[in-house]
């Protein structure tokens, strides 16, 4: 019954930044955790940043530092500001919602899923 919905992606160039914003549609964020999740071609899905139930955040080796997760005003939008943008960045970009986080690496992702946005950074 909750259907996240991803927005925000587009076209950068390398070191620019991009804003990403996944709403979850009947439910508001602070009842379950949410997560954004990321594929680049040829490669497996992997973790990018979360925000657990608990409002930890949890980040990625590879965009911590660039990358920051919130919640807005509203709590029922996750924002994850990405910054200093690397080619390798380049991918469809997934929120998720429901999941459990223990950390950038350990983690459960959720049933709900958005249908993606598309992130690609040019050098």
């Known amino acids: 019954q909750v259907q996240p919905v991803e927005s925000g992606g587009g076209l950068v160039q390398a070191g620019g930044s991009l804003r990403l914003s996944c709403t979850a549609s009947?439910?508001?964020?602070?009842?379950?955790?949410m997560g954004w999740f990321r594929q680049a071609p040829g490669k497996e899905r992997e973790f990018v940043a979360a925000?657990?139930?608990?409002?930890?955040?949890y980040y990625a080796d590879s965009v911590k530092g660039r990358f920051t997760i919130s919640r807005d005003n509203a709590k029922n939008t996750v924002v994850l500001q990405m910054n200093s943008l690397k080619p390798e960045d380049t991918a469809v970009y997934y929120c998720?919602?429901?999941?459990?986080?223990?950390?950038?690496?350990?983690?459960?992702?959720?049933?709900?899923w958005g249908q993606g946005t598309q992130v690609t950074v040019s050098s």
């Open positions: 998720n919602a429901g999941g459990i986080y223990y950390s950038g690496s350990s983690y459960t992702a959720g049933d709900w």
């Open positions: 009947g439910r508001t964020s602070s009842t379950f955790a």
């Open positions: 925000s657990s139930r608990t409002g930890r955040l």
